[in-house]
């Protein structure tokens, strides 16, 4: 199953993350969704389980889960915004999905595939704008970091 994964858009939704989502079975968005306008183009592609992120306070998220546990293909995938609250329980799952920090990841560890996406929102300082392609088979996870070809940001200079 091919999975795509996306966090902190906090409200925009880039056509080039749209690009590199398309193809996907299903979509998981980590966190910092930003509008529900955001889950609304996403399910145009793939159908959608979103998290909740600690900037999405408003009411249309209310109804929207802190964690998520999927199950796809054999393995178990874990989801929650922030990694350190993770409190220990990642043995459980063979990957783990995390945004918040906008650094995008792959780290394995103990058997356990962590996934930080990055942002595919607004560029934060110089960190890569990027969503990521987790592909499970036969419970068996693997991922990969997209990183996307947007406009690189304005700088302030002198007249």
Do not use: Q
Request: net charge negative; aromatic share 4%; charged share 30%.
């Amino acid at each position: 199953m091919n999975i795509g994964v996306i966090s902190d858009t906090h409200g925009l939704l880039r056509p080039e993350a749209l690009d590199a989502l398309r193809g996907s079975e299903r979509i998981l968005h980590a966190g910092d969704i930003g509008t529900p306008a955001i889950l609304a183009e996403l399910e145009t592609i793939a159908p959608v389980t979103a998290i909740r992120g600690n900037n999405d306070y408003e009411e249309w998220a209310k109804d929207i889960a802190e964690r998520e546990i999927i199950e796809c293909e054999g393995a178990r995938i874990f989801m929650l915004h922030d990694r350190k609250e993770l409190n220990g329980v990642a043995e459980d799952y063979d990957v783990v999905i995390a945004g918040h920090s906008h650094k995008p990841s792959i780290e394995e560890r103990d058997g356990v595939l962590y996934v930080n996406p990055g942002s595919a929102g607004p560029r934060r300082f110089s960190l890569p704008v990027s969503v990521a392609r987790l592909t499970v088979k036969n419970g068996k996870a693997e991922a990969e970091i997209i990183e996307l070809k947007v406009a690189p940001p304005k700088r302030r200079g002198r007249k």
